[in-house]
């Protein structure tokens, strides 16, 4: 009988142990950069950009306002309007770096929502910042 306790507890710790490394993935960040290049094809120079991120607003919502619908019309070749669809995790911070860095948030970040200082990878942020441009992020 006590054996059967014993494997019932060593069956335990093992599942915990591998949903934890499954689930609560830990992520190594790269700090190296990508270089800057202008001469890429596709790539267009602007003298200004006004980009916009707002959280928890609902496309379906989006679409129905009026000033973003008629900003989409007067200036379809200047403004787009993406939908974005958000998997769980789903904090402020994690939603913005993945959309600035390219990368794929994990549960464990959600700690770093309510702390965070900086973000050290290579991002859109970043790589306007280094290029000299004048860039306010809010």
């Given at each position: 009988m006590r054996w059967r306790?014993?494997?019932v507890a060593v069956l335990h710790a093992a599942a915990i142990a591998l949903f934890a490394r499954g689930f609560l993935l830990t992520?190594?960040?790269l700090t190296d950069t990508s270089p800057l290049s202008d001469?890429?094809?596709g790539s267009t120079s602007f003298d200004r950009v006004v980009f916009i991120v707002v959280d928890a607003l609902r496309y379906d919502f989006a679409v129905?306002?009026?000033s973003l619908e008629d900003t989409l019309a007067r200036h379809p070749d200047h403004s787009v309007l993406f939908r974005f669809r958000a998997d769980a995790?789903?904090?402020t911070l994690q939603r913005l770096k993945a959309l600035m860095t390219g990368t794929l948030p994990t549960f464990i970040e959600a700690g770093a929502n309510f702390a965070s200082w900086a973000v050290t990878e290579d991002s859109l942020?970043?790589?306007w910042h280094s290029s000299g441009r004048r860039i306010a992020f809010l």
């Open positions: 306790a014993l494997l992520k190594t960040s001469s890429q094809p129905g306002l009026p995790p789903t904090t942020v970043g790589q």
